[in-house]
């Protein structure tokens, strides 16, 4: 029989045990492990059966055991430590707090922090993959260093879905349910101790209600949106029921809610619980976006009209791109906005066909117009940037439609380079170790430590895995000789877009089972990664290497985990020694998975992809040397060549490295060891969240909340009122004259640059003019440009025109070229290109329209 409903009752604390339920509900003890310790304490022998979860424990410890801690003076004594350790850390004054983090101006009070989903333990499955752990390490590690972020996101009563295979190895699903009050959350309430519940108004009349459970991780508060309730009908009760729910209208309501209903959540949690008010919004990709057209509206109510308040908007936000896959981003038929928009829906007062414009993505010909997020967050955030430099640029390339005229180089997007949480994914006893202070021996041993963990836990995990594909227990004696501690171990797990190129290793079959069957040089390889559940070109590429590592000749060899999430993953970064990624260059945006492996002195093995192009060095591990000038038409060619340089490098590379013993050296790689370690000290301090908090602190926060400030609704008016003035002014704006002086260019000299502009009826104060730069190729182009401002020189002349000058250096030798052109200057414009006007030599004027450049 079934029960009809649940509910779980919680136990109540004797007094002295009091601070566990303060413990157990800051997630803070997902990672620090001093917390987690004590919390398992509690009872040892459930630690495992509550998958490690306090919350999950203390709910089913028995009233005994709570009696005998009560009354346990060590026990308590632990606890009283652990608690004030919590205190202090959720108080002092951390990095933000301290005087010269505040000396280059005014920091944000508060920054609200938009995802989709939130990765930061596997008690709160709220993931799919790295866009996710990444928000979670973005929380993790803005709490340490005290920057006051709010998180906001969505609660998913199924989470991510559990995978599975089948006897052949085909991927299955299963979506268990999560009960909030097994999880650690606590509603947010009201002073009289109703739930605070935010609406948003549906076609038809209806509305959809949703509560909002908090979250503590560490100092920084987790504000998850949750739709079931009893005020929906059953299909608004159904919007957080997955991750990513399927597409079209499910997907539109999710992210109505995450946007507008988000904005609202926290404008409810400021007035309650008194905290700042963001001054600035980041969106964690596009799904967020619609909290731009919201916080339009709340301008709109207080007077401030359309234009004044997109500009005031666009100051104080901030928009981080992950994906430079079309398919990656989503996209919405602007009927089906149109709809949920306007006329008794949501943001009324907006206009649909502006809120229309804000997100339209021109396509081709005749072609329905597409609602795409990745470009509302675009034009709604004045600030934008990609996950690692190289990203950065393809994104540039990708958005540069967006600005017409102007090179790509010029999009206003910049980069900041992923990182990862290290007390999260740094392995304890690496922790404790502080590698730098080990012998060689001592730091082998302590890898081969690892590497052992992860064998036995993989000989657990495959175990099971074979028993949920219907193996009985007799059939599985072969799983206990399953890898080898001593074996060269590489680690490949991920998500299973078909960009990541799970079956790569497969490509040749043959060469693949000759490197595991290698009689010196064995390497052994665990595999993992979940397939979006509509995907089944992914599915049938994790059945092909199910089914090749099933082979009885090679499975001591090759094994592949399901159902990968944070918990797998922690061992495998620490155990594996080499980390495996062959994606598409340049698909893969960033990628994390390296770097945490990194952190536990794990060498990467990868394509130039990400992160990986902007920090590989030798002495952290092997480059797969790409062929990307094949480009798309031939990517089975490109596919054998890559395969057949990963095979290479594996065994003429890699593999002698990690092997060579030679005489007189203890018996230890003495290379690898090397390798290990520049590995943990030079490439460590760079992968780490706290390094990209710091960069999106000063880097984006700082100027973004500065610019919040500036924009007033006057000066926004002000603003708008000199855009008007200048695209009005800008036919007639014209670089006339051109004329260089009279230098010999020599290296290391200079030229002296005259020009001549007439500027309509604006003043020179109004513009900015600018000499371009750069070497130049047989057609003239300009690469690598570089800009002088050049300053007006005297009044107008007769004709009303403007002289300007300057002096233009030359740093380069050979063939050397420059453009002088005038684009609109305003203290309050973020970018040169924010306007989307141009003038250049012999009338050349570009002016681009449209909701961006308003
Ligand atoms: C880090 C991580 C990812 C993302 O890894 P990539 O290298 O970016 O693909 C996905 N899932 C889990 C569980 C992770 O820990």
């Given at each position: 029989?079934?029960?009809?409903?649940?509910?779980?009752?919680?136990?109540?604390?004797?007094?002295?045990?009091?601070?566990?339920?303060?413990?157990?509900?800051?997630?803070?003890?997902?990672?620090?492990?001093?917390?987690?310790?004590?919390?398992?304490?509690?009872?040892?022998?459930?630690?495992?059966?509550?998958?490690?979860?306090?919350v999950r424990l203390l709910a089913s410890v028995s009233a005994d055991r709570l009696a005998t801690l009560a009354a346990?003076?060590?026990?308590?004594?632990?606890?009283?430590?652990?608690?004030?350790?919590?205190?202090?850390?959720?108080?002092?004054?951390?990095?933000?707090?301290?005087?010269?983090?505040?000396?280059?101006?005014?920091?944000?009070?508060?920054?609200?922090?938009?995802?989709?989903?939130?990765?930061?333990?596997?008690?709160?499955p709220q993931y799919s993959g790295g866009l996710g752990i990444l928000?979670?390490?973005?929380?993790?590690?803005?709490?340490?260093?005290?920057?006051?972020?709010?998180?906001?996101?969505?609660?998913?009563?199924?989470?991510?879905?559990?995978?599975?295979?089948?006897?052949?190895?085909?991927?299955?699903?299963?979506?268990?349910?999560?009960?909030?009050?097994?999880?650690?959350?606590?509603?947010?309430?009201?002073?009289?101790?109703?739930?605070?519940?935010?609406?948003?108004?549906?076609?038809?009349?209806?509305?959809?209600?949703?509560?909002?459970?908090?979250?503590?991780?560490?100092?920084?508060?987790l504000l998850l949106l949750d739709s079931d309730h009893p005020e929906n009908g059953p299909a608004e009760r159904?919007?957080?029921?997955?991750?990513?729910?399927?597409?079209?209208?499910?997907?539109?309501?999710?992210?109505?809610?995450?946007?507008?209903?988000?904005?609202?959540?926290?404008?409810?949690?400021?007035?309650?619980?008194?905290?700042?008010?963001?001054?600035?919004?980041?969106?964690?990709?596009?799904?967020?976006?619609?909290?731009?057209?919201?916080?339009?509206?709340?301008?709109?109510?207080?007077?401030?009209?359309?234009?004044?308040?997109?500009?005031?908007?666009?100051?104080?936000?901030?928009?981080?791109?992950?994906?430079?896959?079309?398919?990656?981003?989503?996209?919405f038929p602007e009927e089906l906005v149109a709809r949920h928009f306007g006329e008794s829906a949501e943001l009324a007062t907006l206009g649909t066909e502006a809120l229309l414009a804000l997100g339209r993505e021109t396509t081709e010909e005749g072609a329905p117009a597409q609602f795409n997020m990745a470009v509302l967050g675009l034009r709604t955030a004045q600030r934008a940037n990609g996950v690692s430099v190289l990203h950065g640029q393809v994104s540039r390339g990708m958005f540069a439609w967006l600005w017409p005229g102007f090179d790509a180089e010029e999009a206003p997007i910049g980069a900041v380079t992923n990182g990862v949480h290290a007390p999260t994914w740094t392995a304890d006893a690496m922790l404790r170790a502080r590698a730098a202070t080990l012998t060689d021996a001592e730091l082998w041993d302590l890898r081969r430590t690892l590497r052992e963990q992860l064998v036995h836990e993989v000989r657990a995990r495959l175990r099971a895995a074979w028993r949920q594909r219907g193996a009985g227990q007799a059939e599985l004696g072969w799983v206990d000789d399953v890898l080898d501690p001593d074996v060269l171990t590489i680690g490949f797990a991920r998500r299973v877009p078909s960009y990541k190129r799970l079956t790569l290793m497969l490509h040749d079959r043959e060469r693949l089972r000759g490197l595991l069957l290698h009689p010196e040089r064995p390497v052994q390889i665990v595999v993992a990664g979940k397939a979006h559940p509509a995907d089944d070109g992914g599915k049938r590429l994790i059945q092909e290497l199910v089914r090749f590592a099933d082979d009885p000749a090679i499975r001591r060899r090759i094994v592949f985990l399901p159902d990968y999430g944070m918990a797998m993953a922690r061992s495998l970064y620490a155990g594996c020694d080499v980390w495996l990624n062959n994606p598409l260059r340049p698909l893969e945006a960033c990628g994390t998975s390296g770097m945490k492996a990194a952190l536990n002195g794990c060498l990467n093995l990868s394509v130039r992809d990400g992160w990986w192009d902007e920090w590989f060095d030798p002495d952290f591990g092997w480059e797969i040397p790409t062929a990307d000038g094949?480009?798309?038409?031939?990517?089975?060619?490109?596919?054998?060549?890559?395969?057949?340089?990963?095979?290479?490098?594996?065994?003429?590379?890699?593999?002698?490295?990690?092997?060579?013993?030679?005489?007189?050296?203890?018996?230890?790689?003495?290379?690898?060891?090397?390798?290990?370690?520049?590995?943990?000290?030079?490439?460590?301090?760079?992968?780490?969240?706290?390094?990209?908090?710091r960069e999106y602190v000063t880097g984006f926060y700082a100027p973004a909340a500065a610019s919040h400030r500036a924009m007033t609704a006057e000066a926004a008016g002000e603003l708008a009122a000199y855009a008007r003035r200048v695209r009005e002014a800008w036919p007639r704006v014209a670089v006339e004259h051109v004329e260089p002086g009279t230098e010999a260019p020599t290296l290391g000299g200079?030229?002296?640059?005259?020009?001549?502009?007439a500027l309509g009826d604006l003043d020179p104060g109004a513009v900015e003019v600018q000499a371009v730069t750069g070497r130049v190729d047989s057609d003239d182009t300009l690469a690598d440009p570089g800009y002088t401002q050049l300053k007006p020189d005297g009044g107008p002349d007769l004709e009303g025109r403007w002289t300007f000058t300057g002096e233009l250096t030359l740093h380069r030798p050979g063939p050397f070229g420059y453009t002088v052109r005038v684009l609109p200057s305003h203290p309050l414009?973020?970018?040169?290109?924010?306007?989307?006007?141009?003038?250049?030599?012999?009338?050349?004027?570009?002016?681009?329209?449209?909701?961006?450049?308003?």
């Open positions: 029989m079934k029960a009809i409903r649940r509910f779980s009752v919680r136990p109540v604390l004797p007094d002295p045990l009091r601070p566990l339920q303060e413990l157990a509900f800051n997630l803070r003890w997902s990672w620090h492990p001093e917390t987690r310790e004590l919390l398992r304490s509690v009872a040892p022998d459930d630690w495992a059966a509550a998958r490690e979860d306090p346990d003076r060590g026990f308590l004594r632990r606890l009283g430590v652990a608690i004030g350790d919590l205190r202090d850390y959720l108080t002092e004054p951390r990095w933000y707090q301290q005087a010269d983090t505040r000396a280059g101006g005014e920091l944000p009070r508060c920054i609200a922090y938009f995802s989709p989903e939130f990765g930061i333990t596997a008690a709160l928000a979670g390490d973005h929380l993790k590690a803005a709490s340490d260093l005290g920057v006051p972020l709010i998180g906001v996101g969505l609660l998913y009563r199924h989470g991510y879905f559990r995978q599975s295979l089948s006897a052949d190895g085909w991927q299955q699903e299963h979506y268990p349910v999560l009960d909030p009050h097994e999880l650690p959350l606590a509603p947010l309430t009201e002073a009289d101790g109703s739930r605070t519940l935010v609406q948003l108004a549906l076609p038809g009349g209806r509305a959809l209600t949703a509560q909002i459970w908090q979250v503590r991780v560490g100092r920084v508060p159904d919007v957080t029921d997955r991750l990513y729910g399927g597409g079209g209208e499910h997907r539109l309501l999710q992210e109505m809610l995450l946007g507008i209903g988000g904005m609202r959540a926290v404008r409810a949690y400021c007035r309650i619980t008194g905290h700042a008010e963001p001054e600035v919004c980041h969106m964690n990709e596009g799904h967020a976006g619609f909290l731009g057209p919201e916080r339009i509206r709340e301008l709109g109510e207080r007077g401030v009209d359309f234009d004044a308040a997109l500009r005031a908007v666009r100051a104080g936000t901030v928009f981080t791109t992950h994906t430079p896959v079309p398919a990656g981003i989503d996209r094949l480009a798309a038409e031939e990517p089975d060619r490109r596919d054998a060549i890559e395969a057949a340089a990963l095979y290479t490098l594996l065994d003429e590379q890699v593999g002698p490295c990690f092997y060579d013993r030679g005489v007189g050296r203890g018996g230890l790689p003495i290379r690898w060891l090397e390798m290990v370690r520049a590995t943990l000290d030079r490439l460590g301090p760079r992968v780490l969240a706290d390094r990209m908090l200079t030229v002296s640059l005259k020009v001549r502009v414009l973020a970018h040169r290109a924010e306007l989307g006007l141009m003038a250049l030599p012999d009338g050349e004027l570009v002016e681009s329209s449209g909701v961006l450049f308003r």
